[in-house]
């Protein structure tokens, strides 16, 4: 068997009730979201168990949610032995793959995001900006439509580049909804309008890194114990220092996902474990590489199937 690699999901993975069963049946898990209240200062917990669903989608609550979460079922994993050569997340989860890799402390994380979370929120007025889901366009054709639309005012760039076919636009709603219709002219398949509630990996997010830099400045970033690949350049990380800036950087700049996973192919990784809510991040990996072995672990059920499948090809 080659390498191991944990990859963690982002906002939009997220749904009322996820890790209830994890908590409910294991202390460790329990524990986690334990922590994440007593670092906020709120039942951030029971959101997540009890929702309402639209109290949960808010950004600054969805992002603490996801990451308590996924590190909630992290701890379970560790108990079976199961260790990652490399870890990496998908925006948000770029934070839980810094935790998985010893770079922040679990409680300074869910902190972090949850106030990365709060500028988000404030950095454009809701309905000024939007994303959309681009399919079927190569990237250099999306990038030359983006920058046309700019260059006429509007402000609109690529944000996710997940995997072959699917790329993220992002911008105010006109810089969006015009290089989606100029997308679809010059041959996009399908364009889907994203329900979120703001230009996020825009350069409209600059005034919200200018804001998290000082958070940053406030919890300790370390060394990671194993290599994070990053977001913004889909390459490995381990200095603080690299790491730091880089969390600042990718609050503006594209996730650059399909990359990330082909850096860790190359690195020699043949199984990609993803662990938290939902299977987004598995079924991108697939679709850059089908041949891989890729997993989603949400329960104690997804949790004890993984495990054997890897204990038996060990």
């Given amino acids: 068997m080659g ?14 009730g996820m890790g209830q069963s994890l908590a409910n049946e294991s202390e460790k898990s329990a524990k986690v979201f334990q ?3 007593e670092r906020l200062g709120f039942s951030l917990s029971d959101i997540i168990f009890n929702g309402p669903s639209e109290t949960l989608t808010l950004t600054e609550n969805a992002q603490p949610a996801l990451l308590t979460t996924s590190i909630a079922v992290l701890e379970l994993l560790k108990e079976h032995g199961i260790k990652a050569d490399f870890t990496a997340g998908h925006s948000l989860g770029e934070y839980t793959a810094l935790v998985a890799a010893g770079a922040i402390s ?10 990365r979370g709060e500028y988000m929120e404030e950095a454009v ?9 681009i399919l079927g366009m190569d990237e250099s054709e999306l990038q030359a439509v983006t ?22 636009i992002s911008g105010t709603k006109q810089g969006v909804e015009d290089a989606s219709q100029l997308a679809k002219e010059r ?3 399908k364009v889907i309008p994203l329900v979120v509630s703001g230009p996020f990996h825009s350069i409209l997010m600059k005034p919200a890194a ?18 994070v690949i990053a977001n913004v350049t889909a390459q490995a990380m381990t200095e603080s220092e690299d790491i730091k800036e880089k969390l600042i950087q990718q609050l503006y700049s594209p996730v650059r996902w399909e990359k990330s996973v082909e850096t860790m192919l190359d690195l020699g990784v043949d199984t990609f474990i993803e662990i938290g809510p939902g299977k987004v991040l598995s079924g991108l990996v697939k679709k850059v590489n089908r041949r891989v072995n890729a997993y989603a672990i949400s329960d104690q059920e997804t949790l004890l199937d993984v495990v054997n499948k890897l204990k038996g090809d060990a």
């Fill in 3 to 16: 390498k191991i690699a944990f990859i963690f999901p982002g906002q939009g993975s997220q749904t009322v």
């Fill in 147 to 168: 920058e046309e639309v700019t260059a006429g005012g509007d402000t609109v760039q690529l944000a996710n580049l997940n995997c072959p076919g699917q790329i993220v």
């Fill in 187 to 189: 041959g996009a398949k």
């Fill in 210 to 227: 200018e804001k998290f830099g000082a958070v940053l400045n406030e919890i300790e970033i370390r060394n990671a114990e194993i290599p």
């Fill in 106 to 115: 679990f409680e300074d994380a869910v902190y972090a995001v949850r106030k």
């Fill in 35 to 37: 922590k994440a209240d």
């Fill in 125 to 133: 007025p809701a309905g000024v900006g939007t994303m959309a889901a």
